[in-house]
C-alpha cells in the first residue's frame, strides 16, 4: 500500500510540474522531468528521487573463452517516467500522466579484453517501483559488441508473455523473434533488491536466465528451473540461484540496510567451447559508488568523475 501510495503521489507531482512550467520543459537526458519530486519522508523517495543517479564502479574478473580477463563494471541506476504503451521513457510525462509508470532504471555495463580485441557489454532493465501493482519488467535490452561483430537482444512484457528479439552476425543465430512464457527475469533481480528485497524469490521457481550469459553463450533463450535462496550474515544479505537445468549459479551480496548497495556478485558455469570447457567464475567487486546528475557531466573537465570512479 505504501509503494502504491508512492507511485499515485509521483505522478500527481509531475503533472502538476508539468502544467506550472510555461517553458518548454527540458530533454530528459538533460534534466530528467522522473526525478524532479520533491523530497518527503520516504527514505524511497529521498533517496532515489534527489534528481541524482546512483553510480558504482566494479572490479570485473570475466570469465571468457576457458580463461580469467581483468575489467571494469558499472552499475547505473536511476529512477524515471516509462512509457506503459510504447516501453520507451517519457520525454514529457506531463502530456500523457495516465502513460505514465514510473521505474527504477538499470544500466549495468561490463568492458574487458580478449587477447588483442575488446568486448563491450550493456544490460538495461526496466523495472516498475510498485511491485505490488506491477510485478513484472517492463523491458530488458543487452547488447555485445567486439571486433568480430555485434549483437542486441530485446525483451518486451506483453499481456500473458514477453517477446524476444535477437539480431546477430551470427549465421546460427540470425535474426528471430520468439515469445516466452511471462515469469521471472533473472536481469531483474538487481532492480528488486534495490526496490524492495522482499520480493525476491526464495524455493523452486521458474526463471528466464541472463541476457548476458545467453550472449557470451550464444544458447537458445527459454525458461528454466531453479532454486533461490536468501542468506543474512551480519550486515549483508546474500542471494544465491541455484540453475537445475543449465550448469549455473548466481550470487549476489548486497547491503542489509537501505538503500541495499550490491556489494559483490559471482556466476560460475562452464566457459569455453570444444569438448572441454572449464567451469569458471565471474566476479564484481564494488570499489566506489557516488550519487550524481551524469547527464549534465558532459565537459572535458568532467573527467575528474570518472577518475573519483577508478574508471581512468
Request: aromatic share 12%; net charge positive; charged share 25%.
Amino acid at each position: 500500500m505504501v509503494q502504491i501510495k508512492r507511485v499515485l503521489s509521483f505522478s500527481i507531482i509531475l503533472f502538476l510540474l508539468s502544467c506550472g512550467n510555461k517553458n518548454p520543459s527540458p530533454t530528459l537526458s538533460e534534466n530528467p522531468l522522473a526525478i524532479q519530486v520533491k523530497k518527503s519522508s520516504d527514505p524511497f523517495n529521498e533517496y532515489w528521487y534527489q534528481g541524482k543517479a546512483e553510480i558504482t564502479s566494479y572490479d570485473l574478473q570475466q570469465a571468457r573463452y576457458g580463461e580469467n580477463r581483468e575489467g571494469s563494471a558499472v552499475l547505473v541506476f536511476v529512477s524515471e517516467d516509462f512509457s506503459k504503451k510504447n516501453h520507451v521513457k517519457l520525454d514529457n510525462p506531463g502530456r500523457s500522466p495516465k502513460d505514465i509508470i514510473p521505474v527504477l532504471k538499470l544500466n549495468m555495463t561490463r568492458k574487458f579484453n580478449t587477447g588483442i580485441y575488446p568486448y563491450s557489454m550493456m544490460l538495461s532493465s526496466f523495472t516498475p517501483v510498485d511491485l505490488t501493482k506491477n510485478p513484472n519488467t517492463l523491458k530488458v535490452t543487452n547488447s555485445s559488441q567486439e571486433w568480430c561483430g555485434h549483437t542486441f537482444m530485446q525483451l518486451n512484457l506483453g499481456r500473458y508473455s514477453y517477446e524476444s528479439q535477437l539480431f546477430s552476425y551470427f549465421e546460427s543465430e540470425g535474426d528471430k523473434t520468439t515469445r516466452l512464457e511471462k515469469t521471472l527475469l533473472e536481469d531483474e533481480l538487481w532492480s528488486k533488491i534495490r526496490i524492495d528485497p522482499n520480493s525476491l524469490p526464495q524455493g523452486n521457481i521458474d526463471i528466464i536466465p541472463s541476457t548476458t550469459y545467453a550472449r557470451l553463450k550464444h544458447i537458445d533463450f527459454k525458461n528454466e528451473k531453479a532454486t533461490a535462496s536468501i542468506k543474512e550474515k551480519g550486515k549483508e544479505m546474500h542471494f544465491h540461484l541455484f540453475y537445475k537445468t543449465i550448469d549455473r549459479k548466481l550470487s549476489i551480496i548486497f547491503e542489509k540496510a537501505f538503500p541495499h548497495r550490491i556489494i559483490s556478485w559471482e556466476e560460475t558455469y562452464k566457459s569455453g567451447f570444444g569438448s572441454s570447457p572449464k567451469t569458471m567464475t565471474t566476479k564484481g567487486t564494488r570499489k566506489k559508488s557516488i550519487l550524481l546528475d551524469y547527464w549534465s557531466k558532459n565537459r572535458n573537465e568532467d573527467v575528474v568523475y570518472r577518475r573519483e570512479l577508478g574508471l581512468e
